[in-house]
């Protein structure tokens, strides 16, 4: 049986297709879901406990505590936990 190579196919099984038609289909669908996510409803704000200030005296409190090697590494987490707030050494 011969075929002929230059006939045309369904449109269906073009690639070129699939590519022009997916990729903003599949940025459609990821659109609709983001917004039915966010429609539902906002999430739960937590409230924290304690004052910014109170949380870095805390946090340099367990600085003190930590061993000499681990110390800034603890300082740099407690730095960015607290923005920056200044804390006052034990």
């Known amino acids: 049986m011969k075929t002929d ?4 196919r369904p449109w269906w099984q073009e690639p070129y297709l ?3 038609l997916g990729l903003p289909l599949a940025s459609v669908l ?5 917004a039915i996510y966010i429609l539902r409803g906002p999430e739960a704000v937590l409230v924290q406990d304690l004052r910014v200030q109170d949380k870095a005296q805390a946090l340099a409190r367990e600085i003190g505590q930590a061993s000499a090697p681990s110390q800034p590494a603890l300082m740099g987490r407690n730095h960015s936990a607290t923005g920056g707030a200044q804390h006052a050494r034990p």
């Open 5 to 8: 190579l230059n006939a045309p």
């Open 30 to 34: 990821a659109c609709v879901v983001t």
């Open 18 to 20: 699939w590519l022009v």
